[in-house]
């Protein structure tokens, strides 16, 4: 079954085309990867997806409803979690406290939930201390675990890896292909090897428009890929 | 103890000091306690919206006003008694702040601050216009006969003692229990980082109306009571001063504390007191305060005292 | 025509109404240009801007009673005086407070609250309550025909259908003023520093732009332009310490339905504002205007924020 799709979505800002015409499908179940040069519209179309952006033209689709029109916390509330690509946490809450509002939200439990959320990206030492006061890593963390607690049928993880360590990264790896089973995501990611080890589709997107789409090594051999991604011919 | 716990056995203390202050204190200051604790409460409705949920409000007086003449005006003119009189006053904070919670809301930061302003001062003109029945500026007393409730005659010093004591009590419980909600804790959360609130699915619009209600809702039954207590009703109340205020006292008390109100209340009230047995131009004072806390203590008495001595400081 | 001369009719009401409402659309043009360019440049919303304004007809009296001798010399003397010793006074409360709160808009609204308070009271504790005229250096009145129709048209004169040089003068000087300010600001080097400084101010500070001194010359701009409205008008009114409050008002109402920052919609809108105050309290009483224009600004900023003859940005 087709979670999410869009149909020729499209947002200009002023003369530029950040996203144009984009036909997206993304099945229940699977991890996808949306890869791109900077400034290709990926923040942007995952922005049109989850309403944090109007869109110009198009529409979108959510587990077979048109959301097209509805505002972004109702997006959410239907399944969908997004994770910033810049840092957004609640800086001056605790990071138990910053999670414990994801699951909130959804009706859940937070003297359960919260631990074994904090738990699954190795921070629940860290409950009681300001989220602010993490490293930048350890911030990128609590997203992620804020994204999960929010126990979404869509995760949306935009640069996610962005600013973490090697051994981080690897336990990053390890959650994706563990989440797989049961979360849909939509990972947009610049480091390869987390792409390649952990997406079952590859989107490339490139000013704006997909320019291919295909399992991890098709993508790799791809030379229109390569060119854009590159530079190279 | 837990933090919960202290922070409880705290303000309960402050309730019980205040109720037992009352057999002690001399009758000027016993008058004084009287009219700081309705003032706090109106303290703590505004600390609902400025200190929890972020929004900086300067038309607050408009739901002080709407509480004071909803009140004052059903009394004088429709010969109510004062339960169902104090009734309408809340009920009229609550309309109108719900009203205009709906339009203000469409802005945020400054154009909010403008917004609220506009509507307060248009507020202001509009009981002057109305003089024939609010006798503007000049303001109506409401009579003793008229302010006995359910056979308590407040008018005397202890009644009204007693009354202000109440309902400080219940708005810095009823505080105390919604910070601790779940409902508080989204407001905290849209003041920390709304666009992140919306991204969890919280509906930010509603819970800042909420936010706004609510604390109209208090400030209205503070300014209801306020009338009634002091027997008093006029457009003072409704002017400028009193959206300022209610800012002044949060700001020096601690924005976002639940102590702050009260506080920032009491020393500014001593303040304005001495200043003006010195000075007709006693409200220099309150420049000076404000641009000193802005400028050097912007955390206020209560943000001080929770970032160096009890940190657990709801 | 019948001989009653003693009421006006519609037609000269009108010329007259018009006439009074030039020279309160003048005045105001430059005081709200003054809070305009404060909010353009700085985008920040000095709430003490009428304060500003009441200090320069104050120290215009000063000034004037000092220097003594014809009323000529002694308003000379204030028309030079007394709106560079205010931006003066204004830039130094930029350097020293607004530059410590870096420029946030809510603090800086607090801030100027404060500022506001403490200049007006401390003009009560110094200059007093009273209100005290400035003389006009000259004052001629100057008796104005209208045309009827009697079998063909005739000139006539309606009696109490006049003005004076002064005002006339007052409305010639605005005039002067504003073309000098539009001209420093698109013609002059350093129009094109503050404009660039507006724009992006990071971006001017990496071109080595002194944006602090930018900022004070700003705001003591603005604060003078103030200033030297009240000097022009203290002939026809009074000096008095609480004189800022409408000023402040009517400066917000322009500046925003002018579009916030925008030159030419402020001189619009104030035009547009001070002549139909005169032409709308021929048919609403002046409070039942204000609560109009009141309210009418708080929904052009909840539902077109841009101002009414600004565009939508893109």
Same mark, same amino acid.
């Given at each position: 079954?087709?979670?999410?799709?869009?149909?020729?979505?499209?947002?200009?800002?002023?003369?530029?085309?950040?996203?144009?015409?984009?036909?997206?499908?993304?099945?229940?179940?699977?991890?996808?990867?949306?890869?791109?040069?900077?400034?290709?519209?990926?923040?942007?179309?995952?922005?049109?997806?989850?309403?944090?952006?109007?869109?110009?033209?198009?529409?979108?689709?959510?587990?077979?409803?048109?959301?097209?029109?509805?505002?972004?916390?109702?997006?959410?509330?239907?399944?969908?979690?997004?994770?910033?690509?810049?840092?957004?946490?609640?800086?001056?809450?605790?990071?138990?406290?910053?999670?414990?509002?994801?699951?909130?939200?959804?009706?859940?439990?937070?003297?359960?939930?919260?631990?074994?959320?904090?738990?699954?990206?190795?921070?629940?030492?860290?409950?009681?201390?300001?989220?602010?006061?993490?490293?930048?890593?350890?911030?990128?963390?609590?997203?992620?675990?804020?994204?999960?607690?929010?126990?979404?049928?869509?995760?949306?993880?935009?640069?996610?890896?962005?600013?973490?360590?090697?051994?981080?990264?690897?336990?990053?790896?390890?959650?994706?292909?563990?989440?797989?089973?049961?979360?849909?995501? $939509?990972?947009?990611?610049?480091?390869?090897?987390?792409?390649?080890?952990?997406?079952?589709?590859?989107?490339?997107?490139?000013?704006?428009?997909?320019?291919?789409?295909?399992?991890?090594?098709?993508?790799?051999?791809?030379?229109?890929?390569?060119?854009?991604? $590159?530079?190279?011919? | 103890?837990?933090?919960?716990?202290?922070?409880?056995?705290?303000?309960?203390?402050?309730?019980?000091?205040?109720?037992?202050?009352?057999?002690?204190?001399?009758?000027?200051?016993?008058?004084?306690?009287?009219?700081?604790?309705?003032?706090?409460?109106?303290?703590?409705?505004?600390?609902?919206?400025?200190?929890?949920?972020?929004?900086?409000?300067?038309?607050?007086?408009?739901?002080?006003?709407?509480?004071?003449?909803?009140?004052?005006?059903?009394?004088?003119?429709?010969?109510?008694?004062?339960?169902?009189?104090?009734?309408?006053?809340?009920?009229?904070?609550?309309?109108?702040?719900?009203?205009?919670?709906?339009?203000?809301?469409?802005?945020?930061?400054?154009?909010?601050?403008?917004?609220?302003?506009?509507?307060?001062?248009?507020?202001?003109?509009?009981?002057?216009?109305?003089?024939?029945?609010?006798?503007?500026?000049?303001?109506?007393?409401?009579?003793?006969?008229?302010?006995?409730?359910?056979?308590?005659?407040?008018?005397?010093?202890?009644?009204?003692?007693?009354?202000?004591?109440?309902?400080?009590?219940?708005?810095?419980?009823?505080s105390l229990r919604l910070i601790r909600h779940p409902f508080g804790k989204t407001l905290i959360a849209i003041r920390e980082n709304e666009d992140r609130a919306r991204m969890l699915g919280y509906d930010t619009f509603r819970h800042k109306l909420g936010a706004v209600v609510l604390s109209g809702t208090i400030s209205a039954a503070a300014g209801a009571a306020y009338g009634l207590l002091f027997g008093y009703a006029g457009a003072s109340f409704a002017t400028v001063q009193y959206s300022i205020l209610p800012l002044l006292w949060v700001l020096l008390g601690g924005a976002g504390t639940l102590i702050g109100p009260f506080l920032g209340t009491l020393f500014t009230f001593y303040l304005i007191d001495i200043a003006?047995?010195?000075?007709?131009?006693?409200?220099?004072?309150?420049?000076?305060?404000?641009?000193?806390?802005?400028?050097?203590?912007?955390?206020?008495?209560?943000?001080?005292?929770?970032?160096?001595?009890?940190?657990?400081?709801? | 025509?019948?001989?009653?001369?003693?009421?006006?009719?519609?037609?000269? #009401?009108?010329?007259?109404?018009?006439?009074?409402?030039?020279?309160?659309?003048?005045?105001?043009?430059?005081?709200?240009?003054?809070?305009?360019?404060?909010?353009?440049?700085?985008?920040?919303?000095?709430?003490?801007?009428?304060?500003?304004?009441?200090?320069? !007809?104050?120290? !215009?009296?000063?000034?004037?009673?000092?220097?003594?001798?014809?009323?000529?010399?002694?308003?000379?003397?204030?028309?030079?005086?007394?709106?560079?010793?205010?931006?003066?006074?204004?830039?130094?409360?930029?350097?020293?407070?607004?530059?410590?709160?870096?420029?946030?808009?809510?603090?800086?609204?607090?801030?100027?609250?404060?500022?506001? #308070?403490?200049?007006?009271?401390?003009?009560?504790?110094?200059?007093?309550?009273?209100?005290?005229?400035?003389?006009?250096?000259?004052? !001629?009145?100057?008796?104005?025909?209208?045309?009827?129709?009697?079998?063909?048209?005739?000139?006539?004169?309606?009696?109490?259908?006049?003005?004076?040089? #002064?005002?006339?003068?007052?409305?010639?000087?605005?005039?002067?003023?504003?073309?000098?300010?539009?001209?420093?600001?698109?013609?002059?080097?350093?129009? /094109?520093?503050?404009?660039?400084?507006?724009?992006?101010?990071?971006?001017?500070?990496? @071109?080595?732009?002194?944006?602090?001194?930018?900022?004070?010359?700003?705001?003591?701009?603005?604060?003078?332009?103030?200033?030297?409205?009240?000097?022009?008008?203290?002939?026809?009114?009074?000096?008095?310490?609480?004189?800022?409050?409408?000023?402040?008002?009517?400066?917000?109402?322009?500046?925003?339905?002018?579009?916030?920052?925008?030159?030419?919609?402020?001189?619009?809108?104030?035009?547009?504002?001070?002549?139909?105050?005169?032409?709308?309290?021929?048919?609403?009483?002046?409070?039942?205007?204000?609560?109009?224009?009141?309210?009418?600004?708080?929904?052009?900023?909840?539902?077109?924020?841009?101002? /009414? @003859?600004?565009?939508?940005?893109?």
């Amino acid at each position: 079954m087709t979670l999410l799709s869009t149909r020729r979505l499209s947002k200009d800002f002023g003369g530029l085309h950040a996203v144009r015409g984009v036909d997206f499908d993304l099945p229940e179940g699977q991890i996808r990867a949306l890869i791109g040069p900077n400034g290709a519209g990926k923040t942007t179309f995952v922005g049109l997806v989850c309403g944090r952006i109007a869109p110009t033209s198009g529409s979108v689709r959510f587990a077979g409803d048109d959301i097209s029109r509805l505002p972004a916390h109702r997006r959410i509330r239907l399944g969908i979690a997004y994770t910033f690509q810049i840092t957004s946490v609640f800086a001056r809450l605790t990071c138990g406290e910053n999670v414990a509002l994801a699951v909130r939200r959804r009706g859940g439990d937070p003297d359960r939930e919260v631990p074994a959320a904090l738990d699954r990206v190795a921070l629940a030492a860290h409950r009681h201390r300001l989220a602010g006061d993490l490293s930048y890593g350890h911030q990128r963390l609590l997203e992620i675990a804020m994204g999960l607690a929010q126990s979404p049928r869509l995760l949306i993880l935009d640069e996610p890896t962005q600013g973490l360590s090697d051994s981080e990264i690897e336990a990053f790896k390890s959650l994706i292909r563990e989440l797989g089973g049961q979360t849909t995501i $939509l990972l947009i990611e610049h480091n390869m090897s987390v792409v390649m080890e952990t997406a079952d589709i590859v989107t490339v997107l490139n000013f704006g428009e997909v320019l291919a789409e295909g399992p991890p090594e098709a993508i790799r051999a791809d030379r229109a890929v390569q060119a854009a991604y $590159l530079g190279t011919g | 103890m837990s933090d919960a716990g202290k922070s409880l056995a705290l303000h309960l203390g402050l309730l019980a000091l205040l109720f037992a202050l009352q057999f002690v204190l001399p009758a000027y200051h016993h008058g004084n306690l009287s009219r700081i604790m309705v003032l706090a409460t109106y303290a703590i409705g505004y600390n609902l919206l400025f200190g929890y949920t972020g929004l900086l409000s300067l038309g607050h007086a408009m739901f002080f006003a709407a509480g004071m003449y909803g009140m004052g005006l059903t009394i004088r003119h429709l010969g109510l008694s004062p339960g169902p009189a104090l009734l309408i006053g809340v009920l009229s904070g609550l309309a109108l702040s719900a009203a205009v919670g709906a339009l203000a809301l469409r802005t945020a930061g400054v154009a909010f601050m403008i917004v609220t302003l506009m509507f307060a001062q248009a507020g202001y003109l509009i009981i002057l216009y109305f003089g024939d029945w609010t006798r503007g500026d000049e303001g109506f007393v409401i009579q003793q006969a008229q302010r006995v409730l359910w056979g308590i005659d407040l008018s005397q010093p202890t009644a009204r003692y007693f009354a202000a004591w109440t309902l400080f009590a219940t708005c810095l419980i009823l505080s105390l229990r919604l910070i601790r909600h779940p409902f508080g804790k989204t407001l905290i959360a849209i003041r920390e980082n709304e666009d992140r609130a919306r991204m969890l699915g919280y509906d930010t619009f509603r819970h800042k109306l909420g936010a706004v209600v609510l604390s109209g809702t208090i400030s209205a039954a503070a300014g209801a009571a306020y009338g009634l207590l002091f027997g008093y009703a006029g457009a003072s109340f409704a002017t400028v001063q009193y959206s300022i205020l209610p800012l002044l006292w949060v700001l020096l008390g601690g924005a976002g504390t639940l102590i702050g109100p009260f506080l920032g209340t009491l020393f500014t009230f001593y303040l304005i007191d001495i200043a003006s047995g010195l000075t007709t131009a006693y409200m220099l004072v309150v420049g000076v305060v404000l641009v000193l806390i802005t400028l050097f203590a912007r955390q206020g008495i209560g943000g001080e005292i929770r970032a160096r001595v009890w940190a657990w400081l709801p | 025509m019948e001989g009653n001369v003693e009421a006006m009719e519609f037609g000269p #009401y009108l010329m007259l109404a018009s006439l009074e409402g030039a020279v309160t659309a003048a005045v105001l043009a430059l005081t709200a240009v003054g809070l305009s360019l404060v909010f353009g440049v700085m985008r920040v919303v000095n709430v003490a801007h009428g304060e500003f304004f009441m200090l320069g !007809a104050v120290l !215009a009296w000063a000034v004037a009673s000092a220097v003594g001798g014809p009323p000529a010399l002694g308003f000379l003397a204030a028309l030079l005086v007394a709106p560079i010793a205010v931006g003066l006074i204004a830039a130094a409360a930029d350097m020293t407070i607004l530059k410590r709160v870096e420029y946030d808009p809510e603090r800086t609204i607090v801030v100027t609250i404060g500022l506001l #308070y403490i200049i007006q009271q401390a003009t009560l504790m110094t200059y007093g309550p009273e209100a005290r005229p400035v003389e006009p250096p000259f004052n !001629a009145r100057l008796a104005l025909p209208w045309i009827t129709w009697d079998g063909g048209p005739r000139l006539y004169w309606p009696w109490g259908l006049s003005t004076t040089t #002064y005002k006339l003068a007052v409305i010639g000087a605005a005039v002067a003023v504003l073309l000098g300010v539009w001209l420093l600001m698109t013609r002059t080097k350093i129009g /094109l520093i503050m404009r660039a400084t507006q724009l992006d101010r990071e971006m001017a500070q990496a @071109f080595g732009i002194p944006v602090e001194r930018i900022y004070a010359l700003v705001f003591g701009l603005g604060a003078g332009l103030a200033a030297l409205g009240a000097v022009l008008i203290v002939p026809i009114q009074q000096a008095h310490y609480l004189m800022g409050g409408d000023p402040l008002l009517l400066s917000f109402i322009v500046v925003i339905i002018g579009g916030l920052g925008s030159l030419p919609g402020t001189v619009v809108a104030a035009i547009l504002i001070g002549m139909s105050d005169g032409i709308i309290s021929v048919f609403f009483t002046p409070t039942l205007a204000k609560i109009l224009a009141t309210l009418l600004v708080a929904l052009v900023l909840v539902f077109r924020p841009q101002g /009414l @003859f600004g565009a939508r940005p893109a």
